[in-house]
C-alpha cells in the first residue's frame, strides 16, 4: 500500500459549508451542485437496465440456465487492490483532487487530480477502474471511467458521532474496507500543522486532517475557532484525512492581549504601517488606534503612522479594555536619497522549494544583485515557502520569488556585507495569488494587498540595518510573487 504524503489522494471535500468566521462573519457557501443537507437523499435500486436484460433473457427461453446473474454495481463488492471493478453511486463529497461515491452502506474515493466541474453533489455515477489503495483505504485511480446515470437513485447514510475511541482506533487498523469509509461528526478547535489544517477530538491524540481544501471552502477555516466539523473519514496513515462536507461556526477565542508589529521609527512626511496581532489565535475584535500626539505623527484606522515632526509618540492599538502600545521615534532625514541597489528575482531557478542560501547564491551568480554604492550581498537565509516562479505555475505569466502557499507563510533574509542607512524599500512586480489578499510585509512593515496584476509596493522601511526580511501571511491567501526589490539608501 503506497502511503506518503506526495501521493496523498484521500482528501478533503466541502458539500456545503456555513462559516462564521473569527472575526464574525458569516456566510453560507456550498460546491457545485450541492444544498445544504449534509446528505444525499435517492433511494437504492438495482440498475433498470440490469433488470430489463435480466427480465428479456427470462421470457425469451424456457430453460433457466440460459438466464444470467444480476449484475453487482455495489461498492461492498470492491475486495482487493489492482482489481478493476464497476460500481454505482452517488457523488456525496468534492475535494481538489477527486470526489467521493456512496450507495448508502460503502463508500469510495475516485482520485480525478483535479476538481472536477463535470460532476455535483447529488449526481449518480457508474464508474469503472482499477482500484488502487493509499492511507490503508482502496480508491478508483485517475484513469477511471465514469458514466452519468439517469433514473439512478441512492440515499447516502446519516453521519455518525465521531468519539475519542473510533478515532484512536484509525491507529491501529491494518486496512479499511468501504464499509469504513463513512461520515463522521464532530466538535473541533482548528489548528495548523505547519502549512496543514488539524481537527482534533478531545480525547484522542489522533492526527485529524483535513486536505486538499477548495480555497473557496478553506478561505472561510480560522485557526483558534471551534466547529462543528461534518466529514467522510478516508483512511489513515499518520494522520486521519477527512473528506469534510459541513463546517459551522461555533465560536471564537477570548481575546487575552495585542501585539503591534512594525518599524520603530519614520522621516518626517513619510510613513509606516503598524499591524495589531490578537492573542490567542482566533480570536478578533475591531482596532482602535490612537496617537499620543498629532504633532508628531499621527495614526491612520488602519494603523499607517505618518511623521509631522521630531520626536517621540506612542502609538496605541485597542480593542475595549485590552491594549497595547508602541514608541516610534521619528527624525528628519539626512543626507540624499540614492538607490542603493537592486535586485532581480527573476534570475531564480529551480522546481521545488528552495534550500536554505540558495536566493543569495543564486543572485549573486546569475547577476541578479547590483549596486553602485558598494554594497555587497553577501547571502541569504531562513528560506521558508520560498519558491522560483519560473512560468511553470497557475501562475505562469508572473516570474520572480514565490513566497508562501494557499494557507502557509512565506519567507527569507538577505544579508549584506555592511551596514546600510535605509530610506525606503520598493518590492517590484508584486502579483498577489488569483488577486486575492495577502499581507506581505518587509522588516515587518506590512501591508496587505490585493494586486491582479503586476505593480510596484514601496515600503517605509528606514534606519540602519544589515539585513532585509521578506514575509507574507495569510489574509484570504499566503501566496505573492515579488519580480524584484530596489533599496534607497542616504548618502
Known amino acids: 500500500m503506497k502511503s506518503s504524503r506526495k501521493l496523498l489522494p484521500i482528501l478533503l471535500a466541502f458539500t456545503s459549508i456555513a462559516l462564521v468566521g473569527c472575526n464574525g462573519a458569516s456566510g453560507n457557501s456550498s460546491s457545485t451542485g450541492s444544498d445544504s443537507s449534509s446528505s444525499t437523499p435517492v433511494s437504492s435500486s438495482t440498475p433498470s437496465s440490469s433488470s430489463s436484460s435480466s427480465s428479456s433473457s427470462s421470457s425469451s427461453s424456457s430453460s433457466s440456465s440460459d438466464v444470467g446473474p444480476s449484475e453487482d454495481y455495489s461498492i461492498g463488492q470492491i475486495t482487493t487492490e489492482g482489481e478493476t471493478y464497476t460500481v454505482r453511486g452517488v457523488v456525496d463529497a468534492k475535494t481538489t483532487k477527486g470526489l467521493v461515491l456512496t450507495d448508502g452502506t460503502d463508500s469510495v474515493y475516485v482520485y480525478l487530480n483535479k476538481y472536477s466541474t463535470d460532476y455535483n453533489i447529488g449526481d449518480a455515477l457508474e464508474v469503472t477502474g482499477k482500484i488502487d489503495s493509499f492511507n490503508k483505504a482502496f480508491q478508483f485511480t485517475a484513469d477511471a471511467e465514469i458514466t ?17 475511541q473510533i478515532a484512536n482506533s484509525w491507529k491501529s487498523a491494518e486496512s479499511f474496507s468501504t464499509s469504513d469509509i463513512k461520515e463522521y461528526t464532530w466538535t473541533t478547535t482548528l489548528a495548523k500543522d505547519g502549512s496543514y489544517w488539524v481537527a482534533p477530538i478531545e480525547g484522542s491524540d489522533t492526527k485529524i486532517e483535513p486536505v486538499y481544501v477548495p480555497s473557496e471552502f478553506e478561505s472561510e477555516f480560522k485557526e483558534g475557532c471551534v466547529y462543528n466539523i461534518t466529514a467522510y473519514f478516508g483512511g489513515y496513515y499518520n494522520y486521519a484525512s477527512m473528506y469534510v462536507t459541513a463546517a459551522e461556526f461555533v465560536s471564537a477565542p477570548t481575546l487575552e492581549s495585542i501585539t503591534i508589529n512594525g518599524a520603530d521609527s519614520v522621516y518626517v512626511d513619510s510613513t509606516t504601517t503598524l499591524t495589531a496581532q490578537l492573542n490567542p489565535t482566533g480570536a478578533s475584535g475591531e482596532v482602535t488606534w490612537t496617537s499620543s500626539d498629532d504633532k508628531v505623527a499621527t495614526v491612520s484606522a488602519d494603523g499607517v503612522v505618518t511623521g509631522v515632526a521630531e520626536g517621540e509618540v506612542t502609538i496605541t492599538a485597542a480593542v475595549g479594555e485590552i491594549t497595547a502600545t508602541k514608541t516610534i521615534t521619528v527624525t528628519k532625514p539626512t543626507g540624499t536619497e540614492t538607490l542603493g541597489a537592486s535586485i532581480n528575482f527573476t534570475v531564480l531557478t529551480g522546481n521545488a522549494e528552495l534550500e536554505e542560501g540558495a536566493i543569495g547564491t543564486q543572485l549573486n551568480e546569475n547577476s541578479g544583485f547590483t549596486s553602485g554604492t558598494g554594497l555587497t550581498l ?33 519567507t527569507f533574509t538577505l544579508t549584506f556585507g ?57 489574509v484570504n491567501d499566503a501566496r505573492a510573487i515579488i519580480g524584484g526589490l530596489e533599496i534607497y539608501v542616504l548618502a
Open 418 to 474: 555592511s551596514s546600510i542607512n535605509i530610506a525606503k524599500v520598493v518590492l517590484t512586480d508584486v502579483h498577489s495569488w488569483s488577486g486575492k489578499t495577502v499581507s506581505l510585509a518587509v522588516n515587518d512593515v506590512a501591508q496587505e494587498l490585493t494586486i491582479a496584476k503586476l505593480q510596484d509596493v514601496e515600503y517605509a522601511v528606514t534606519g540602519e540595518t544589515t539585513t532585509l526580511t521578506i514575509a507574507t501571511n495569510k
Open 378 to 410: 553577501t547571502g541569504s537565509t531562513g528560506e521558508s515557502k520560498a519558491y522560483a516562479a519560473t512560468g511553470n505555475n497557475t501562475q505562469n505569466e508572473y516570474t520572480g520569488i514565490k513566497l508562501g502557499t494557499g494557507s502557509a507563510s512565506g
Open 148 to 164: 452519468p446515470l439517469e433514473g439512478e437513485t441512492y440515499t447516502a447514510a446519516e453521519p455518525t458521532a465521531l468519539t475519542a
